[in-house]
């Protein structure tokens, strides 16, 4: 065991710190055996400090001479002797790494007593650097227990790599990337790494009906929902029961939302999806004013004559109001909307949540309206939300158990927290007042350079995949120290399946292979038991209960 | 004569093995006659019958001093008598030999030798002795073991690669050809003195590509 640890350490070594700083990353000189094409950037280190071990990731990789007239002569490197000879010594690759955490002792990293500090100084020269090892990952990210559920796996590494759930479901978090990059399967991970911690329940805003029950990968295989998995911790919400049960799921509940429910700062929300004006928009409160609770239906019962002498009544443009009513008469296509005001969506959503149950609310063939969608996680996280100040604030009069916390999925995020208007709406506040009543979310989006940047700067845990554009770069890591050397390894991830995650959750930022999902292996890894295996279950606890049958 | 059969091919030649005459007995094949710390010559005992340039030899006194063959000289014994050319017809050197056999006592054969270790007390130094070895010290080639020992470490090598006796780069490419093949792996220590000398070398590519082109 001893002598099998050493051989590895000496096959991982990179090679040794010859200069740097702690603002522009170590400088490494990789020794002779190691080439510059075997390092990609994003790779996790460990260098051995005289007082400390470091960990870093690596931010650039570059070529180097000793001599620069060396670029004008070059070696005689036809020759296969000579080119072996002047690389890695002539002419020589170096790596620059980004020192983010250190470790006191300089031996064993499990036998220090404090855990990892961030990185305060620089290793000094001539420190020996080494691929991270499987025993520092585990000791800087944790192992895999109930509080540390494994994610991916490190830069060509096979080590699991944990986050933190304690830590994430503290504050709301970001999952970014653009299409097809991997998102909603690294979004699908982190809610069971939630749900099987149980330190919160989850409510997600399922726009493409793909996270409940049944979703598909690129290859247009089936992969497996929440529900299907979990099936005694998962409802299944559907404001489209049609399409659920067509795809071989009964809901647990068919949502319906009543006009009376829609509230004119909805529709603020919707202007730009909808294409309202802002005095159109702005109409609606005085509608509500007039025409009270159920100003919606009574106002899109109106006929184009009424409209005109509303418009006077309540003074308001009068083509602002008939806008307004063409395009809200958008709405009635809903069917999940109705005139009933006895619809209790929102009690049984929260009668779920607060049994400790995670709900997916499945949107259905809405999933293509962007209206729809916006306007259903509007309504009920603002209701949910409302429901969770007084619990919480009654909690702390009465000494009752605060409410078991919640985090709210959401997808296009953009279209929650633009710049404009996430100072007014629901998201935007629960963004900015992190934890304070229990209410969370996780937001999931391809632009992340249209989320307001305080909303952004709140985010506990940012996981991003592969980005559009320079400008989504930037709000994702802005704010973040190290962000421009953690930009080149951003900008270099895979298209599919590779994201950079830092915050809260993770002691440092690291690149991962995002863990696989949609295999049955990977299933029975995250506890799920194939029919014959639940049998042998069910067998096995009766006999524990009642002593094997004998009959 | 055999040192004549010595000029050609040497790359196969194995140290202290294939040159049966000095190295499975180690007698010595020559005595010191000038030495300096750096720098030591010495006469062979008999005409012609001088190791390679670029072999490994020891001095063998109160301590073991190490040093390699960097010229190899064959001269008159007076300096003031220079040999005439003696050949008649078709004479083969052998027959001049034959026909004056005085000519081996009138010339002698030298080897300069540049020191780069010595071994005291049993334990091996890579650097100079501190005294030079004595006049009339017998000269023996080392064995493979001992090729191998010296060579585990080239930190000498720049001694070698500095010095002008002789053709330095010659010397250091023949010696470390010929230390080469006492390693287990040739292919690799020839590798990693190149990289020696390549840092040695730094600065000075065309030296270092007609070095390197000596060893491969
Ligand atoms: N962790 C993963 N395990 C298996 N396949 C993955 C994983 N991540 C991404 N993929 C592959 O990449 C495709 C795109 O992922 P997806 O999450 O749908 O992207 P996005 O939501 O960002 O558009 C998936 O259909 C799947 O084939
Ligand atoms: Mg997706």
Redesign the interface.
Known sequence: METDKKCEDVSNVLGMVLAGSLTEGVRIKLA?NVSTEQIKVGTFVSIRGELMRFFGVVTDVSLDS??S??TS????VT????H???S???VYGTLTVEPMLTLGDDKDPTSSLEGPLPAKTVPAHFAEVSIASETDIEFIFGKEDESHFYIGTPLDMETKLCLDVKELVKRSNGVFGKSGTGKTFLTRLLLIGILQNSAAVNLVFDMHSEYGWKGSSEDNKEVKGLKQLFSSKVAVFSLDEESSRRRGLTPDYVAKIGYGEIEPEDIQLLRETMGLSEVAAESSYNLRQRLGPQWLRDFLNLKSEQLLELAQEISVNERALSTLHNRLSRLKRFDFINESDKNDSVKQLLHYLERGMHVVLEFGRYGNSLAAYILVANILTRRIHDRYVYLKDRSSVDGIGEPRPVVITIEEAHKFLTPGIAGQTIFGSIAREMRKYNVTLLVVDQRPSGIDEEVMSQLGTKITCLLDSERDVNSVLSGVSGSRKLRSVLSRLESKQQALAFGDALPMPVVIRTREYGSSESYRELGWKDDRELAQQVKSDVEDLFGPDTS | MDASADNGNRSSDLVGVSKGNYASTISPFGEIVEASTTYLLAQCHRLYAAPSLGDLVRTEEDSTAFSVVADVSTKSIDPSRRPLAMSQGEDTVDDIYNRHPQISRLLSTEISLIVVAHKADGKLFRYLSPVPTKIHAQVSICQFEEVRELTMSLEFLSVLITSSVGSPDDVVAAFLRTASVSHPDPKKFLVDAGKHIAAILAGDVHRLNALLRRIS
């Not at chain 1, 020759?79 to 000579?82: E, H, R």
């Open positions: 002779s000793m001599d007239s060396l002569i070059p070696p005689d020759n296969p002797f000579i072996e000879v002047v890695g010594t002539t």
